[in-house]
Nanobody, 118 residues
Framework: QVQLVESGGGLVQFGGSLSLSCAAS????????MSWYRQPPGKEREAVAS????????YYADSTKGRFTISRDNAKNTVFLQMNSLKPDDTAMYYC???????????WGQGTQVTVSS
């Protein structure tokens, strides 16, 4: 059974840091394009960062560039999102997404809440 489990969310003060993890089971993240999305309260879900299967290509939303870092540990079947210099605008539910290749099958985790206080 395919599962993505996010962890590491919580409450942090303005300027603080958090590290999110997305642990996968039922498939190999080494064969998937992995991404982090977020959904602020009352807003649509938006892409935050993504990483290629080999880890040599990354993408960041303009709002997170320079502050967030996505990485992967294929041996641990886990993807990470290091978030620094957090702002109240970063408050959202953060979701992990996997696109298994070559099938294109998409999986989502259940989300982890990040709240940044001012």
């Amino acid at each position: 059974q395919v599962q993505l489990v996010e962890s590491g969310g919580g409450l942090v003060q303005f300027g603080g840091s958090l590290s999110l993890s997305c642990a996968a089971s039922g498939f190999a993240v080494s064969s998937a394009a992995m991404s982090w999305y977020r959904q602020p309260p009352g807003k649509e879900r938006e892409a935050v960062a993504s990483i290629s299967t080999s880890g040599d290509r990354t993408y960041y939303a303009d709002s997170t560039k320079g502050r967030f870092t996505i990485s992967r540990d294929n041996a641990k079947n886990t993807v990470f999102l290091q978030m620094n210099s957090l702002k109240p605008d970063d408050t959202a539910m953060y979701y992990c997404k996997a696109v298994s290749l070559p099938s294109g099958t998409t999986y989502w985790g259940q989300g982890t809440q990040v709240t940044v206080s001012s």
